[in-house]
T-cell receptor
Framework: GAVVSQHPSWVICKSGTSVKIECRSL??????MFWYRQFPKQSLMLMAT?????????EQGVEKDKFLINHASLTLSTLTVTSAHPEDSSFYIC????????????FGDGTRLSIL | AQSVAQPEDQVNVAEGNPLTVKCTYS??????LFWYVQYPNRGLQFLLK??????LVKGSYGFEAEFNKSQTSFHLKKPSALVSDSALYFC???????????FGKGTRLHILP
């Protein structure tokens, strides 16, 4: 149980392209999903908390116009990297929580984004 | 604000030996503590959690962790390491009054055959 699917796994695209990443909870409903960014050999950096039916809460230093988050249903959140540039290349990981506090988060397999 | 420290970047253990991956934390309220494992190019897999109750928590793949309130530690342990345990391990903490999880920087575990 508690499976989170993230798609796509790999994206390679040209600079200036917008890229959408999907995060789905397959066997549970997730009112809250989280988006992380992970740099090589580093820990996960929380980018934003996505709440179903409301605006995402962004962490300090994360550009909300650059990283658009939509959480339109209880099983789907999307992250769109707008006008991506090489410095946006990274490993993006989503997670979802099955229930409220203090349940653990369950993670997708991540999306490796490479901007040429 | 909560924080978590993993003092070791890398831990090397011979197969069959016991392993320990260290974690200490700091929170203002009651801690919720988690361990996750990450394999290359994958997301994080949940191993175990401490919320309340017994200080020794048992999780997936034979791992366990001991909550020590006085030392503010939550070390991950396994009695007998397998080569397949080689991966990146993250300790995480959430303050009972907060929604966010804070991750440690990770410890790379190498099990030597």
């Amino acid at each position: 149980g508690a499976v989170v699917s993230q798609h796509p796994s790999w994206v390679i695209c040209k600079s200036g392209t917008s890229v959408k990443i999907e995060c789905r909870s397959l066997d549970f409903q997730a009112t809250t999903m989280f988006w992380y960014r992970q740099f090589p050999k580093q820990s996960l950096m929380l980018m934003a908390t996505s709440n179903e039916g409301s605006k995402a809460t962004y962490e300090q230093g994360v550009e909300k116009d650059k990283f658009l988050i939509n959480h339109a249903s209880l099983t789907l959140s999307t992250l769109t990297v707008t006008s991506a540039h090489p410095e946006d290349s990274s490993f993006y990981i989503c997670s979802a929580r099955d229930g409220g506090h203090p349940q653990p988060q369950h993670f997708g397999d991540g999306t490796r984004l490479s901007i040429l | 604000a909560q924080s978590v420290a993993q003092p070791e970047d890398q831990v090397n253990v011979a197969e069959g030996n016991p392993l320990t991956v260290k974690c200490t934390y700091s929170v203002s309220g009651n801690p919720y503590l988690f361990w996750y494992v990450q394999y290359p190019n994958r997301g994080l897999q949940f191993l175990l959690k401490y919320i309340t109750g017994d200080n020794l928590v048992k999780g997936s793949y034979g791992f366990e962790a001991e909550f020590n309130k006085s030392q503010t530690s939550f070390h991950l342990k396994k009695p007998s390491a397998l080569v397949s345990d080689s991966a990146l391990y993250f300790c995480a903490v959430r303050d009972s009054g907060d929604d966010k999880i804070i991750f440690g920087k990770g410890t790379r575990l190498h099990i030597l055959p």
